[in-house]
């Protein structure tokens, strides 16, 4: 079997099979980074990638969703300050498909390409909140 972040979505219905516990055991050394969470009961994938800036943290959100486009699934994700938490489950069936595992390599795979090719930005003006000590961190 090709590797996660190589394989594609499949069409998913509610009556498409969530992953088993084998299976699980089997993906998850692949996305060794990623936590497996179950708010509300509903099995979910959890990653949290940091970054320099908002900039950049923005930038890596659009190339999600980029790859979210194109594969027709689509994550949850929350875009802060050098920060970025994504989260992928099959609302279909209210829980994890092997879609969700493809999905969290790929996200993998755009934080490592973007690693090494990030500048933070720079301190452009004066009077702005980054010179108030506003930034909460
Ligand atoms: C019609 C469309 O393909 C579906 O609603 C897709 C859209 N993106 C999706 N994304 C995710 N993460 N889970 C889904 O069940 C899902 N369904």
Redesign the pocket.
């Known amino acids: 079997m090709a590797q996660l972040n190589q394989q594609k979505c499949e069409?998913?219905t509610k009556n498409s099979s969530p992953v088993s516990q084998e299976e699980i055991a089997k993906l998850k050394p692949e996305i060794p980074d990623w936590n497996l969470i179950q708010p509300e009961g509903e099995a979910h994938l959890e990653r949290s990638y940091e970054f320099p800036d908002f900039k950049t943290a923005i930038a890596f959100t659009n190339r999600v969703g980029e790859i979210?486009e194109e594969q027709?699934?689509?994550?949850?994700i929350l875009t802060e300050y050098g920060k970025v938490t994504v989260t992928?489950?099959?609302?279909?069936?209210s829980g994890l498909?092997k879609?969700?595992f493809i999905?969290a390599a790929k996200t993998d795979d755009i934080a490592s390409q973007m690693a090494g090719s990030t500048t933070p930005t720079d301190f452009v003006e004066v009077g702005d909140c980054r010179t108030n000590g506003n930034l909460n961190r």
């Open positions: 069409a998913c979210a027709g699934h689509h994550p949850a992928w489950w099959t609302h279909a069936i498909h879609n969700d999905m």
